[in-house]
Every structure is written in C-alpha cells, then in structure tokens.
C-alpha cells in the first residue's frame, strides 16, 4: 500500500445521531481511525452501522467488511434499526463483505480494502472487527506495522475508519498503550454495561479524540428497535457509582492474579 499525504481536512463524519455528534462536537475527525471498544450486547456493531448507513446516505461509498456475522444478519439487524442498508447497496454506495473469522489472512484483507478503495473511491470504511483482524496476524512482532501501514494508507486515502473491539470485561479504564491496537485509537469510544438500580444500563463515553476536543462526561443510552442507539443524558449517579465498583473489583481481581503469579514464581 502506497500512501500519500493529502491536504488535511477539519470536516466531520458524523452518525446521524444528533446527541452521539454533538459529544463528538459534530462526528469523528475525517480521516482518521476509531476503535469503540465494549463487552458483549453494548452495540458496537450497531453502532457502527449507524455510521456506514450516514455516510451511504450522504453519497460517500461506503465498505463493511465483517467477520463476526453473516451479510445476511447484518441486513436484517439494519432492517430492525430502520437503516435501509440494502436500499443503499441496491444504489452501490454501500457494500457489505463478510469473511469467516476463524479463516482470516490479514494481508488478504488488506489487498481487498485497498482494491475497493481504489475501484470505488471509498471514504467510510468499518471492520468488524478489530480484534478478529489482530488475532489473523499471527506473527505477534508483526503486528503493530502491519496496523501502521493500514492506518498510513486509509488516512492518506481520507477514509474514516470504525472499528468495533470486543473486550470481556473492564472497569473504568482501557490501556492500550502497549498493544499493537493502539495506532488504531486515535479515537477511542468506550461501550459499558452496568447493573445499577435494579436493571441493567448502557453507558457511553469519549475517551479520547486525537485531533479534536470532545464531551467528557458519562452518557446513558438505550437501543429501540426503528431507532437504533438513543441517548438518555448524562449517567446518573447510581450508574457512576456502579461503574467506580466494577473498576475495583476488576483491580482486586488483577492484584489477585499477579500475587499468585509470584507466589508460584517464588515456590518455583
């Protein structure tokens, strides 16, 4: 992949979702890379829809490539949500490509964005997802220049990137600093879930944006069906609170596991 650089631009990719946008302070920096990182039923994919169906809406190509579900479910979660995202694959500024995560060749995946860039001048781009993409680099040392060379490539390209990751569990931090996902946060959006109040709550929040200021506080949402993501305001307290246990119960359970380590490496 060639890059080159083009003139920088300050316009934004949005969602459609006035609230999300207004957080971002009008939708993500254009050209850049986002990583919306969550557990399991947070709505990453969705949420990630929700950006390919704007950007097929407002005549930018626009390429999904998924690993996690079949092109057919991903039609139908749209279907659901009232996307249309087969009206617009119908018009071509959309295409949905599907690979089986068990089988995937990074480099294969690579030559294929980059073909579609090239043929259809691709300017939205989600992969779905990121943790699926690192996991086919097996080649562990290879795997922060391999995601280098992409982000270089899709910012020389002006392609905006979404990129849901699934992590299993977390509290009110997420360091990626020392992974080879870290080129790819450039902007970072966390996806939580909470038991507070008796039931459980979605929360959202910005954790940084590399070329952009961006809301600070918690958010709560909600996902409708015809609606997709929908935000209820600023997170209660109770939900903060809910938020601040689990981040020490997931401290308590880190200082567990490396006091045993040591304690085996002592025995040892």
Avoid at 30 to 59: M, N, P, Q
Avoid at 138 to 151: E, G, I, T, Y
Wanted: net charge negative; with cysteine; charged share 30%.
């Amino acid at each position: 992949m060639q890059p080159f650089e083009p003139a920088w631009s300050t316009r934004r990719a949005a969602f459609r979702k006035p609230p999300i946008d207004a957080l971002l302070h009008g939708g993500l920096t254009e050209g850049t890379v986002t990583l919306a990182a969550g557990s399991f039923g947070t709505g990453k994919t969705l949420l990630g829809l929700h950006f390919a169906a704007e950007g097929a809406r407002l005549g930018e190509p626009t390429l999904i490539l998924g690993f996690m579900e079949s092109a057919p479910q991903l039609r139908e979660k749209g279907r659901i949500f009232d996307l249309h995202l087969e009206e617009y694959e119908r018009t071509g500024l959309l295409r949905i490509v599907t690979l089986p995560g068990h089988d995937l060749e990074a480099d294969c995946v690579a030559e294929m964005v980059r073909e579609d860039i090239e043929r259809r001048g691709v300017r939205r781009l989600v992969i779905d997802s990121a943790a699926q993409l690192e996991r086919s680099i097996v080649d562990v040392d290879r795997r922060s220049d391999f995601f280098a060379a992409l982000v270089t490539y899709l910012r020389g390209r002006t392609v905006t990137t979404f990129l849901p990751y699934e992590i299993a569990r977390y509290g009110s931090e997420l360091d990626l600093a020392d992974t080879a996902l870290a080129v790819l946060a450039e902007n970072l959006l966390l996806l939580r879930a909470v038991e507070a109040e008796g039931r459980l709550r979605r929360l959202f929040s910005i954790m940084h944006m590399r070329f952009s200021d961006h809301d600070h506080r918690l958010h709560e949402y909600t996902i409708a069906a015809g609606f997709g993501m929908r935000m209820q305001g600023e997170a209660p307290k109770g939900s903060t609170e809910a938020l601040a246990a689990q981040a020490e119960v997931t401290a308590a359970d880190r200082t567990g596991r490396s006091g045993g380590e040591s304690g085996r490496e002592e025995r040892a």
